[in-house]
């Protein structure tokens, strides 16, 4: 998630300036233990209605601080071209009638799971895309799907599941898992989130709990559930866990633009990013995200909230390339997008070492839960059964 707040740090600095966040000072040309990221590296940015512009990776660093959002299109500029294409075959979405089938899997749902994986996965000092320790963590996430998998899917039904890594030269790999469908159609529908987690100076500590630790966990949890029931769909439900969001889209930019190239037929997106937090004195509620999504897919969305969900959604906006549902929109394919409340009452605590559980007991599992919920019925009746 790219955090709206606007720094005054590393704003006014000169190329030969120290940067100075909170007590601690770096130099540009410091290459800190653990981290493979030179601040001097070009890269080709790409923000809202201007042309992309070639700026270090320190730059980027100084505009992610200044609350700029935008695609790092260094290593996928012709991915909107393969949106041209996709258009004219534009999925409709029928209205959620699958409730014998979701009612009795979401009932399974628990916060267990979710806190103790939460608490390991926001352990890793960070999980930055160019860390040490983000490679660690994504290891861990990955062996941790295997052992749900193992765990709660039937013999057969592992049969039907896939987990992959989807490689990226930054080493902290995107993760990719399919259950694969029954018809021949060849549709696909994702589920997704982001893994990694970044400070605003990216070798400070960032735990990440929610941003975007909570989203997850919170489809891992789906995940769980949707294997325990032995979901088998009619259409390949796929979930995915992204790297590098929080450098530009990285990884799913690079995911979108591999399926594009092979002419996958995705035909619906839903990204969860940051599920956790419910502001003091705020109505609890599901932020449906309305600018730069699909239009149709959202309004499904509202329909799966209103059917399954204990509590209500609110629209807001998020801006442009706000999250991982931007590249699958910039490549063509229908995209949604939920968070945890309105844009303007989710955590500020992001992109900060106090991303954390215990910060506030605004952070909440019972939320996430309802994003959880959301994710099966996302399954279910687009997966089918």
Request: proline share 3%; glycine share 6%; charged share 20%.
């Amino acid at each position: 998630m790219k955090t709206a707040v606007a720094l005054c740090l590393l704003a006014s600095l000169s190329t030969a300036s120290p940067v100075f966040v909170g007590q601690e000072t770096f130099e540009y040309h410091t290459v800190e233990p653990g981290f493979s990221l030179d601040l001097n590296a070009q890269r080709l940015v790409q923000m809202e209605g201007k042309p992309p512009v070639w700026m270090s990776e320190l730059d980027k660093i100084k505009a992610k601080a200044q609350g700029s959002k935008f695609f790092d299109i260094t290593d996928t500029q012709d991915l909107q071209s393969f949106a041209l294409g996709r258009i004219q075959g534009k999925t409709s979405y029928p209205t959620p009638n699958a409730t014998e089938k979701v009612k009795p899997i979401i009932k399974t749902l628990s916060t267990q799971g979710p806190k103790a994986n939460l608490e390991k996965f926001s352990s890793f000092r960070t999980r930055y895309y160019r860390s040490d320790t983000g490679k660690e963590s994504q290891q861990w996430l990955l062996s941790k799907i295997a052992d749900i998998t193992k765990d709660y899917a039937s013999l057969s039904l592992q049969d039907l599941i896939s987990v992959t890594e989807f490689s990226h030269s930054w080493g902290q790999n995107s993760i990719v898992l399919s259950i694969n469908g029954s018809s021949a159609s060849e549709e696909v529908i994702i589920i997704s989130a982001h893994q990694d987690s970044t400070n605003l100076w990216p070798f400070l500590a960032a735990p990440g709990a929610d941003d975007d630790g909570s989203g997850s966990v919170t489809i891992l949890e789906a995940y769980r559930a949707l294997i325990a029931a032995d979901f088998r769909p009619e259409r390949t439900v796929e979930f995915h866990w992204y790297s590098a969001e929080e450098g530009g889209l990285l990884g799913s930019q690079a995911v979108a633009r591999d399926y594009a190239s092979r002419s996958v037929n995705v035909v619906a997106m839903s990204q969860f990013d940051m599920t956790a937090w419910v502001k003091k004195g705020t109505r609890e509620e599901v932020g449906i995200i309305t600018d730069f999504v699909d239009e149709d897919l959202t309004a499904f969305n509202k329909k799966l909230v209103d059917l399954y969900l204990d509590i209500p959604y609110v629209e807001t906006k998020c801006g442009y390339a706000c999250s991982d549902h931007a590249s699958w929109g910039k490549a063509g394919y229908p995209s949604a997008f939920t968070i945890e409340s309105t844009f303007e009452n989710s955590n500020k605590n992001i992109h900060s070492s106090n991303d954390r559980i215990d910060i506030s007991d605004e952070f909440s599992f019972d939320h996430m839960l309802e994003f959880s919920k959301l994710a099966v019925a996302f399954a279910v009746e687009l997966g089918g059964w």
